[in-house]
């Protein structure tokens, strides 16, 4: 059984940072590290497409961390630079909260299916 999996934050930009978006749907979980940074370049190219700048960053996590819902925070500074980080704690941050029943579970050993966007 893995120690760490990762999660995978995926935000949206207008040019020049005035607005920044992610949706539960920009976040998936990965059985391993390396496993998400294989995704993370095909997915910031994917959801770049339809959005001006798009950051992503995968987060290592404690898979017990995960047992509710999953609060991720995070922010894009003046400087363009993408803050990201888990915590169970408030932050001023911007709060992302991903239902868990929205985020499929890594198995080790298999490659962890997305669910399609609309």
Known sequence: MNSVIAVMLLVSCTDGFSACNASDDMVKVFPTHEA?????????SRVGQTNEMVFGKCIKSDPDFINGDLSIYWRVDQNGDFIVELSNEDSEEEELTVPLEKLEKPVAGKP???KPTA
């Open 36 to 44: 998400c940074e294989a995704a993370l370049l095909p997915a910031v």
């Open 112 to 114: 962890v299916t997305n």
